[in-house]
């Protein structure tokens, strides 16, 4: 089965520790995307990657990291620097180009006590 | 960053009326996508809108792209209790963009 897989999907951790978030797709898509979602919010663009070893910062990068050293994972690190690091994060991935759909993850719920 | 703006924020319809979203973006858009996201799912890709001025119908669902490709609307034709959701938007070549999603509760 293709798909984009996101895991785990429950995380809790403690407050000034360092998390990575995992995203895996075997669509062969070049173009991966991060979002974060808010209770009743919409989703907010966090990194995004065109091509293998290269990503680009969206509007809410501070606090995280990224890598791209595979074309099928697009890992995400939340940092002790994230200063309101609860929330449902979300994975994309599509061909580039931007004229074709997203196939999401089913998400990973991250809660930082 | 690019801004794209849906209204209403939350809408409650009783099953069997009419329900409309519409999209506004602050920049023009090459392509428009409309996405739903059930209560505790991930977003699902329902259509894209290329041309100025395209619309677009499945079954119940009416998209409509604008002439200067800056805004859209989704309308649904006589609610079912299936159709709830968040109904987002989005565009963007690189920087892929979603709006700020419109909540629809049907009572039945």
């Known amino acids: 089965d293709g798909g984009i897989t996101q895991s785990p999907k429950y995380l809790f951790r403690k407050e000034g520790q360092n998390v990575t978030l995992s995203c895996e797709q075997n669509?062969?898509?070049?173009?991966m995307y991060w979002y974060r979602q808010d209770p009743g919010q919409g989703l907010r663009l966090i990194y995004y990657?065109?091509?293998?070893?290269?990503?680009q910062k969206g509007d809410i990068a501070e606090g995280y990291s990224v890598s791209r050293e595979k074309k099928e994972s697009f890992p995400l690190t939340v940092t002790s620097a994230q200063k309101n690091p609860t929330a449902f994060y979300l994975c994309a991935s599509r061909e580039r180009g931007g004229n074709t759909e997203a196939f999401f993850g089913q998400g990973t719920r991250l809660t930082v006590v | 960053g690019q801004q794209v703006m849906q209204i209403p924020q939350y809408q409650h319809v009783q099953e069997g009326e009419d329900f409309t979203t519409y999209c506004n973006s602050s920049?023009?858009?090459?392509?428009i996508q409309w996405y739903k996201q059930r209560p505790g799912g991930h977003p699902v890709f329902l259509i894209q809108l290329v041309k100025s001025g395209e619309v677009k119908k499945q079954k119940r669902l009416t998209f409509q792209f604008g002439e200067a490709k800056k805004n859209s609307s989704l309308h649904i034709t006589a609610t079912q209790t299936t159709d709830v959701g968040t109904y987002f938007c989005a565009g963007g070549k690189n920087q892929f963009y979603f709006g700020t999603g419109t909540s629809l509760t049907v009572i039945p």
């Open positions: 669509l062969n898509h070049d173009a």
């Open positions: 990657s065109q091509i293998v070893n290269d990503f």
């Open positions: 920049t023009t858009l090459s392509n």
